[in-house]
């Protein structure tokens, strides 16, 4: 496995209401969907501009919320993360690969996205495959990483997200 | 024999909920991919269905839109929405648009159907 470059928070601060609800987001759809049990690692702030693995599910926020959740994969672990997922193999090089993924990471931004508790659409989801890719964020906010460990292998997923309204009552 | 409309996006998600809906027993599911294509597999169905699953968020036309579209010419047909919108207010305007129920992802195979079932057994009474 890669490692991930993080920084220290000297600076930029990690904001709990926006991280707690992605971690518990990404517990609930891997253990309900995929049936794997995740460990969640400290959450760190992402200092290089890049992603941190090869296979990257993104969907962006808008509304009241502004920015990215990522959810990034080394090839492996994606291979046998979304299998699992799907029911059957799938092969990296087949279509039906970048769909799992980015329904995978639908769901995890659609969980998080009610916690939040502010009026926010999410995007359809958009896949990129490749080592060294590299995602246009804020730059005004920090990336948030998130790493995460399963039986089948680890994954991570990055926050990079800025609040422009008021949290909302749209769960009430 | 039960005939199923499954409408997402995601050919992952519709291939999860054919084999959970294997539980009915004999069913026979036709699939689109967004609300347009919906309507054209709907306007190709004399027969109707014995009910939809509809996801929201999708390219071309979302899946509210497609309800609301629905409901114009067919008041019946129950409608599930199987969707990441959990907010309440989003379930209060897929209620208004004309849905009949609700399953939020991520679900397990056994809340899809219990919902389906539910759903069902509404119609009947």
Known sequence: MSSIATAPAAKAQIDPKLIVPAMNSVKAVFETMVKVAVQIERPTIKATPGVSYDVSGIIGLSGDLTGSIVLSFPTASATKLVSAFAGCELDPKSPEFPDAVGELANMIAGGAKKAFGFRANISTPNVVIGAGHKIARLSDVPCVVIPCKTAMGDFAVEINIKQIGVAADANR | ?125
């Open chain 2, 1 to 125: 024999m039960m005939k199923i409309l499954l409408v997402d996006d995601s050919r992952t998600m519709r291939n999860i909920q054919k084999r959970a809906l294997e539980a009915l027993g004999p069913i026979e599911v036709s699939e689109a991919s967004d609300g347009v294509e919906a309507l054209t597999v709907i306007a190709g169905a004399p027969d109707g269905f014995s009910f939809m699953m509809i996801d929201w968020n999708m390219p071309n036309m979302d899946g509210i839109t497609l309800v609301r579209k629905i409901r114009e010419k067919d008041k019946a047909t129950p409608l599930i929405m199987a969707t990441t919108e959990a907010e309440k207010t989003r379930v209060i305007e897929a209620i208004k648009a004309g849905v009949n129920n609700y399953v939020i992802k991520p679900f397990t195979p056994e809340e899809m159907i219990g919902k389906v079932k539910a759903t069902l057994a509404k119609k009947v009474a």
